[in-house]
């Protein structure tokens, strides 16, 4: 199957058809790798009812597919974090989605006698479960923040995710990761009057936990992260901005979750501190592995860092953290953005399954977010993201590179497998095979 037939037919035609082309990749993994790259609309009754459960929190970037001012029902507050869709015509196991809000997208959840059903192109595909809204969101800090603001949970629960910079010192076209709207989602969300902290305190951070801690809750990682520091914040470097985070919440509650931090590939003492202050999961991020794509769509990590240099700093950070704890997430698809990135679905597998088996080979296992163009980034502008087909066979690539290199499975992402996953911006732990 080809990407140029794929796009003569309707949307669930194409599910289906790769369905048959691919047996051994699981129909909801397609269907949710779709919903990742094409976003979803919401009816007004829908919409109504998914507003009394957990709600997006827009926890770094935006990763919906209009800017909050082309929402007409304020989806924006409404919608919730992530969906869970189970049962339906196709026998659906259960699978955790991540909401990218697209009105004009064909997926729409509808209400049918108060339940939510997703469909598309009218037909049902499965029904969608939402997860109730921790106590804690509704709570604030002394100072008014909410806890949704400071310290929100995803991958249904799971994590944590700590933003503690919602900006990037990478400015601008000439230096911003181009498919990455941080900076321009910042604005728009103060501009619509959320509250969203820019930097977050160390106390800040210990406060809300404290109360996350106090209120039974279930999740089991936390994540601290935020912009590149190319300079200076606070008049700390990177490292020192980013490390007393995890040494603050290690030191009250050793261990009591896995600790994992995304912050741009560091030298092997900077690394070394991380893992030091308790650190256990480390995520240099790659983006792209193409080095031609990686100069022109992370141009800012490319002219102050470097690849080659970006490539050194994750094989030494293995030396640290032992390689299978350390985890460069990839943007799966951006590889084929226009103007420059691959025409061909074969062109681009191959050339991210060769960074796949460079760096499994040494151990380290990348992993993906699905690519959502963004229309506040560089690249998502032009919303052609990459045909379907290319996420189903670069999710078949990873697994059986995996399984190649007999990798165990990622720490820090809960259990792997269809029905059990709950990382929800990439299937890839979807196609992990469950532990036994
Ligand atoms: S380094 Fe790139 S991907 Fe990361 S926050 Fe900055 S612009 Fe976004």
């Not at 339940?115 to 939402?130: I, N, R, S």
């Not at 936390?222 to 606070?234: A, C, K, N, Q, W």
Request: charged share 25%; aromatic share 12%; hydrophobic share 40%.
């Amino acid at each position: 199957m080809n990407a140029d037939k794929s796009m003569q037919q309707s949307t669930i035609q194409c599910v289906n058809a790769l369905a048959d082309a691919y047996p051994d990749i699981p129909v909801e993994v397609i269907f949710k790798e779709d919903l990742l790259r094409q976003g979803m609309a919401w009816s007004p009754e829908a919409l109504e009812i998914a507003a009394e459960f957990k709600r997006k929190a827009y926890f770094i970037c935006s990763f919906d597919m209009v800017p909050i001012s082309e929402m007409g029902q304020r989806e924006n507050l409404r919608a919730p974090e992530e969906v869970r869709l189970t049962g339906g015509p196709y026998h659906f196991r259960p699978v955790i989605v991540s909401v990218r809000l697209n009105p004009a997208s064909l997926y729409r959840v509808e209400s049918d006698s108060g339940c939510l059903v997703l469909k598309v192109d009218g037909e049902t595909v499965a029904v969608v479960e939402l997860q109730k809204s921790p106590e804690y969101y509704e709570r604030k800090l002394a100072s008014g923040k909410p806890i949704a603001d400071i310290a929100p949970t995803i991958e249904w629960g799971y994590l944590l995710y700590l933003t503690t910079f919602r900006l990037c010192q990478y400015f601008g076209a000439q230096e911003e990761c181009q498919f990455c709207d941080i900076n321009e989602n910042y604005r728009q969300q103060k501009k619509s009057g959320r509250p969203y902290t820019p930097i977050k305190t160390v106390e800040e951070i210990v406060e809300a936990l404290e109360i996350i801690v106090s209120s039974n809750d279930e999740s089991k990682a936390y994540t601290v992260t935020g912009g590149s520091i190319t300079g200076f914040l606070e008049d700390k470097s990177e490292v020192d901005f980013y490390v007393r985070y995890p040494e603050a919440i290690e030191k009250r509650w050793p261990r009591r979750w896995i600790s994992k931090v995304v912050v741009q590939a560091l030298p092997k003492d900077e690394v070394q501190r991380l893992y030091d202050a308790g650190v256990q999961v480390y995520h240099p991020n790659f983006e792209i592995w193409d080095q031609r794509l990686f100069e022109l769509y992370c141009p800012g990590k490319a002219r102050y860092i470097g690849r080659d240099e970006w490539i050194r700093r994750i094989l030494d950070s293995a030396s640290v953290f032992g390689a299978d704890k350390v985890i460069p997430n990839f943007v799966a698809g951006v590889e084929m953005a226009p103007p420059a990135g691959f025409s061909s679905v074969e062109g681009a597998i191959a050339s991210t399954s060769e960074g796949l088996e460079f760096f499994m080979s040494h151990g380290i296992s990348p992993r993906f977010t699905t690519w959502c163009p963004e229309p506040l980034s560089v690249l998502g502008k032009d919303q052609r993201g990459a045909p379907l087909e290319y996420h189903v066979r670069l999710l078949r690539a990873y697994r059986d590179m995996r399984a190649k290199y007999r990798l165990p499975a990622p720490i820090g992402y809960g259990e792997p497998g269809l029905g059990k996953a709950v990382f929800s911006v990439s299937s890839f732990m979807d196609v992990i095979p469950p532990l036994c």
